[in-house]
């Protein structure tokens, strides 16, 4: 059975991984790890962490709680080092 692109669009399991997804890849640590790798699109995957399952039955991370203070939680980030990869983040975005 084929799906026209507005299907799969449409579909609830879609939204609900784009915009994991996105809450995911907004967050302060992922756009800091983007922030150190090279240019090179396979370095991407070596340095930047992937979670695989963006459903919101992914065990690891809560989608409709802070991303970002469960991955600092998760990895064991002080005080300093979150205040560091924040101040870096929007560094580059001014």
Known sequence: ????????????????E????????????IRFALLMTDEAISSLAKKVPDILDYTNQNELIDFSSDIDEQLNRYLGLSVEQVKYIKERVDSIRK
Do not use: C, G, L, P
Request: charged share 20%.
């Open 1 to 16: 059975m084929k799906y026209t692109w507005s299907e799969i669009y449409d579909s609830i399991w879609y939204r609900e």
């Open 18 to 29: 784009a915009n994991n997804f996105f809450k995911y890849a907004n967050s302060y640590m």
